[in-house]
């Protein structure tokens, strides 16, 4: 199965067009589905039945995992015996009639508007060197509502200034138009005047010296400056796109349109910030209403 397990890693690898973080997940995935597998002598994948996906699951209940990590690593493991069968490794794909267990959606935490211009106010205010850069990617994140991965990833010819509209490469390789509003164009073009450009480089975000700015330095800043404004318990890059989708709804907007904009495959995924929007709305409600 190993064999199998790593050929398979090589094809997604080369053609799936999933981020390096997602191949890296479904290789730790598949990688302690093995040692479960090893360690109880069935290493061929014929060996494998449904019984055994079903005593790995049991393992990684015992483990203290959450149902969401355990739904994540059900879902490579199911994605990995499709491709098994579809090579013609096995007869038949008896994982695929194993259900996810079912998860309760967290709602995701997003930032107050208002706290949103004290951040940028902030990182103005900061004596860092990279502080203009620290802004404008903040200012993706949030105006644009990207991924930290589709910021980092943005190139120069990506951004078109004259029609307000950045080009974006999601997941799966997919493509996306997104509105370029006024402050973040400000924010961008004030950042590009000042930018290193000793270095050849296609991407827009390059720190200080020259080299691209990487998801991981993204996650260190945004961290420390949300830790000098806020006590919010997830403190990553993220937010902002949860933030920017949230405040959009809450400002009216279609649920579709936002959709589009956050590159969304299905509506049920999005949807998750009408409940956002509700919650708010009942905390409101609880504060101010007489009758609460």
Same mark, same amino acid.
């Given at each position: 199965m190993r064999n199998i397990i790593q050929s398979y890693l090589k094809e997604?690898?080369?053609?799936? /067009?999933?981020?390096?973080?997602?191949?890296?997940a479904y290789t730790e995935d598949?990688?302690?589905f093995y040692s479960f597998c090893e360690s109880i002598k069935k290493i061929e994948i014929s060996l494998? =039945?449904?019984?055994t996906i079903k005593q790995y699951l049991v393992r990684l209940n015992e483990l203290g995992l959450e149902k969401s990590s355990? =739904?994540? %690593?059900?879902?490579?493991?199911?994605?990995f015996f499709s491709y098994a069968f579809k090579k013609e490794f096995i007869k038949k794909n008896l994982i695929a009639y194993i259900k996810n267990p079912k998860v309760k959606r967290k709602l995701p935490e997003v930032i107050p508007e208002d706290l949103y211009?004290?951040?940028? &106010?902030?990182?103005?205010?900061? *004596?860092? *060197?990279?502080?203009?850069?620290?802004?404008?990617? +903040?200012?993706?994140?949030?105006?644009c509502s990207l991924r930290v991965?589709?910021?980092?990833?943005? #190139? #120069? &010819?990506?951004?078109?200034?004259?029609?307000s509209i950045i080009r974006v490469l999601g997941k799966g390789n997919k493509t996306r138009i997104v509105?370029? /509003?006024?402050?973040?164009? %400000?924010?961008?073009? *004030?950042?590009?005047?000042?930018?290193?450009?000793?270095? &050849?480089?296609?991407?827009i975000f390059l720190k200080s010296d020259g080299s691209r700015v990487l998801s991981n330095y993204v996650y260190r800043f945004v961290r420390k400056y949300l830790s000098e404004l806020t006590d919010l318990k997830k403190k990553s890059p993220h937010i902002f796109r949860h933030s920017s989708a949230t405040h959009m709804l809450n400002h009216g907007a279609d649920l579709t349109?936002? &959709?589009?904009?956050?590159?969304? =495959?299905?509506?049920?995924?999005?949807? +998750?910030?009408?409940?956002?929007?509700?919650?708010? #709305?009942k905390n409101v409600y609880k504060q101010a209403h007489p009758k609460s």
């Amino acid at each position: 199965m190993r064999n199998i397990i790593q050929s398979y890693l090589k094809e997604i690898e080369s053609t799936s /067009g999933y981020s390096p973080l997602t191949i890296k997940a479904y290789t730790e995935d598949l990688e302690q589905f093995y040692s479960f597998c090893e360690s109880i002598k069935k290493i061929e994948i014929s060996l494998i =039945s449904e019984r055994t996906i079903k005593q790995y699951l049991v393992r990684l209940n015992e483990l203290g995992l959450e149902k969401s990590s355990i =739904s994540r %690593k059900l879902s490579s493991i199911r994605r990995f015996f499709s491709y098994a069968f579809k090579k013609e490794f096995i007869k038949k794909n008896l994982i695929a009639y194993i259900k996810n267990p079912k998860v309760k959606r967290k709602l995701p935490e997003v930032i107050p508007e208002d706290l949103y211009t004290a951040l940028i &106010k902030s990182i103005y205010n900061s *004596k860092d *060197k990279n502080n203009i850069l620290h802004a404008a990617v +903040i200012e993706v994140l949030y105006g644009c509502s990207l991924r930290v991965s589709e910021a980092c990833n943005l #190139l #120069l &010819k990506d951004v078109d200034f004259s029609a307000s509209i950045i080009r974006v490469l999601g997941k799966g390789n997919k493509t996306r138009i997104v509105p370029l /509003g006024e402050q973040s164009k %400000k924010i961008i073009e *004030k950042y590009l005047s000042i930018r290193n450009t000793e270095k &050849k480089q296609n991407y827009i975000f390059l720190k200080s010296d020259g080299s691209r700015v990487l998801s991981n330095y993204v996650y260190r800043f945004v961290r420390k400056y949300l830790s000098e404004l806020t006590d919010l318990k997830k403190k990553s890059p993220h937010i902002f796109r949860h933030s920017s989708a949230t405040h959009m709804l809450n400002h009216g907007a279609d649920l579709t349109a936002i &959709k589009e904009i956050l590159g969304h =495959s299905n509506l049920s995924t999005t949807q +998750i910030y009408t409940q956002v929007s509700i919650e708010r #709305l009942k905390n409101v409600y609880k504060q101010a209403h007489p009758k609460s």
